[in-house]
């Protein structure tokens, strides 16, 4: 009987703690499912920027989810498939220190973007673009979503 309310007390403190979990929290998991979403949706293909399929293995893996428009410049499209592929970690980190290679970075990823979802995509990713507020409910879902897809995508292998 003791270990029933044990059990009781701890689902009811996890209860509590979720409605307390702020909006921000909800986007942080969404982020990291999408970003694993990413990242085994492209495992089969090169760095969306180097072409490489190959690379040295870092910690935290060998590969990010990168943005063709970053989530600072265009947060609207921060959870849009069409705008995030797999990118190495040097082509994805670090390359705005450097202009020159933040430039042939940006290039390369466009050109290639261009081949792999076509040009219309692409400018539709460019035009405008209406702000996205989620609500935590939205947000919810779309982290079941994702983790969905990349359960989906696992079984795959």
Same mark, same amino acid.
Request: with cysteine.
């Given at each position: 009987m003791a270990a029933v309310r044990e059990k009781r007390e701890r689902q009811a403190l996890r209860e509590a703690k979720e409605r307390l979990k702020p909006r921000g929290d909800y986007i942080k998991e969404l982020q990291k499912w999408f970003n694993r979403f990413v990242r085994l949706r492209d495992a089969h293909l090169p760095c969306i920027s180097c #072409?490489?399929? *190959?690379? *040295?293995?870092?910690?935290?893996?060998? &590969? #990010?989810?990168?943005?063709?428009? +970053?989530? %600072?410049?265009?947060?609207? $499209?921060?959870? *849009?498939? $069409?705008?995030?592929?797999?990118?190495?970690? +040097?082509?994805? %980190? %670090? +390359? %705005?220190?450097?202009?020159? /290679?933040?430039?042939?970075?940006? /290039?390369?990823?466009?050109?290639? $973007?261009? /081949?792999?979802?076509?040009?219309? /995509?692409?400018? &539709?990713l460019k035009g405008p673009h209406e702000a996205k507020h989620y609500t935590i409910d939205e947000l919810k879902q779309l982290i079941a979503h994702y983790k969905m897809k990349c359960k989906q995508l696992n079984k795959g292998d």
């Amino acid at each position: 009987m003791a270990a029933v309310r044990e059990k009781r007390e701890r689902q009811a403190l996890r209860e509590a703690k979720e409605r307390l979990k702020p909006r921000g929290d909800y986007i942080k998991e969404l982020q990291k499912w999408f970003n694993r979403f990413v990242r085994l949706r492209d495992a089969h293909l090169p760095c969306i920027s180097c #072409d490489r399929f *190959e690379v *040295e293995m870092t910690i935290g893996g060998a &590969w #990010d989810c990168g943005h063709f428009f +970053s989530v %600072g410049a265009r947060p609207e $499209l921060r959870f *849009e498939e $069409l705008n995030a592929h797999k990118q190495c970690k +040097s082509c994805n %980190g %670090g +390359s %705005g220190k450097y202009a020159r /290679k933040n430039y042939t970075v940006a /290039k390369e990823y466009e050109e290639r $973007l261009i /081949k792999r979802i076509g040009q219309e /995509k692409v400018d &539709w990713l460019k035009g405008p673009h209406e702000a996205k507020h989620y609500t935590i409910d939205e947000l919810k879902q779309l982290i079941a979503h994702y983790k969905m897809k990349c359960k989906q995508l696992n079984k795959g292998d």
